[in-house]
């Protein structure tokens, strides 16, 4: 079992930022794909961004110049830089990977991110 752990969700203005964290229990430099997801009260969750073990990203349009994936194999944690945030952007985010040889992804308990405007 992997365990993802999201932090650094909260309230902010519009125009401001906030950097999501994901610590992760298992080594994500095995893993073969993590993101961010989203889902907003009444909507489905979406895809935000995504990063593949050779690193290679890619953003939902939406997020597009606005929003940074990345990671750090040392900490096993990913990261989702968010600036220029709006009042759309509002949503509980989560975490998923997954990894070689599990039978299925891993999620995590997701983090409120509240953009006033």
Not at 32 to 42: D, E, F, I, S, T
Request: with cysteine.
């Amino acid at each position: 079992q992997v365990q993802l752990v999201e932090s650094g969700g909260g309230l902010v203005q519009a125009g401001g930022s906030l950097r999501l964290s994901c610590a992760a229990s298992e080594n994500i430099f095995t893993m073969n794909a993590m993101g961010w997801y989203r889902q907003a009260p009444g909507s489905q969750r979406e895809l935000v961004a995504a990063i593949m073990n050779g690193g290679r990203t890619s953003y939902a349009d939406s997020v597009k110049g606005r929003f940074t994936i990345s990671r750090d194999n040392a900490k096993n944690t990913l990261y989702l830089q968010m600036d220029s945030l709006k009042p759309e952007d509002t949503a509980t985010y989560y975490c998923s990977g997954s990894w070689p040889n599990h039978e299925h992804d891993y999620w995590g308990q997701g983090t409120q991110v509240t953009v006033s405007s």
